[in-house]
């Protein structure tokens, strides 16, 4: 089955700087990477989403990249916010029939202002 | 608010006993998600269910089962608890497959 990895584990920025998570899939099937941040008590909120037929995706400070050759997608985060601090997840989905999203262990970033 | 509505928020609970926990799906999704997330780990998918149908299973314990009732709600039932048990279970839905998933705030599932 698939297998996501994501690095690191925590992750310290201060406020405007830019924070910047990998992850990195072993199913080459998978054409579907989504990230999802996880506050405190709450769920899993998705904030940006890529599919493999795109290399690059941007939403005001959030972007996603993604290398299908060598199987890693990133997400970068630019001028980050003291509201940005969260678990963030990266998950890769191989839509053959069976939806379901193979999540990394999550990064914990911490946004000191 | 993802539209996903999960209940209870918390349970506490003693092993060996028996929990149901519910999921309301975002108004016209027909897929409902289960997954369970364990101290500092990520998401593990339990199983899946397609308007009212298994569509498929990840790492669910034989203790553990699920059902997806005609309204698409769903409710995830599991027995013989342990205290390996205690967890977050989150549940997600989504239109079809192929679309965005969407998260509730999770129940979280204490075994004393």
């Known amino acids: 089955g698939e297998n996501v990895e994501q690095h690191p584990s925590t992750l310290s920025v201060q406020e405007g700087d830019s924070a910047v998570i990998k992850c990195t899939y072993s199913?080459?099937?998978?054409?579907?990477f989504p990230w999802y941040k996880q506050e405190l008590g709450k769920g899993s909120q998705l904030i940006i989403d890529?599919?493999?037929?795109?290399g690059e995706k941007k939403d005001q400070r959030i972007a996603v990249t993604l290398n299908k050759t060598a199987k890693h997608f990133s997400l970068h985060i630019t001028e980050t916010q003291p509201e940005d601090s969260a678990v963030y997840f990266c998950?890769?989905?191989?839509?053959?029939?069976?939806?379901?999203?193979?999540f990394g262990t999550g990064t914990r970033l911490t946004v000191i202002p | 608010d993802s539209g996903v509505t999960q209940t209870p928020k918390h349970l506490i609970t003693a092993t060996g006993q028996r929990v149901t926990l519910r999921c309301s799906p975002r108004?016209?999704?027909?897929?409902v998600y289960w997954y369970q997330q364990s101290l500092d780990q990520g998401l593990q998918f339990l199983i899946q269910?397609?308007?009212?149908?298994?569509?498929a299973k990840g790492n669910i314990l034989e203790r553990f089962s699920a059902q997806q009732f005609p309204d698409l709600h769903s409710e995830l039932n599991l027995s013989s608890l342990e205290l390996g048990d205690s967890a977050l279970y989150f549940c997600?839905?989504?239109?079809?497959?192929?679309?965005?998933?969407?998260f509730g705030d999770g129940t979280r599932l204490s075994i004393l």
């Open positions: 997600a839905s989504s239109v079809g497959g192929e679309e965005p998933q969407h």
């Open positions: 199913d080459s099937a998978s054409n579907y």
């Open positions: 890529i599919r493999s037929n795109v």
């Open positions: 998950a890769a989905l191989v839509q053959t029939g069976a939806n379901n999203l193979f």
């Open positions: 108004s016209g999704d027909l897929s």
């Open positions: 269910y397609y308007n009212g149908e298994e569509r």
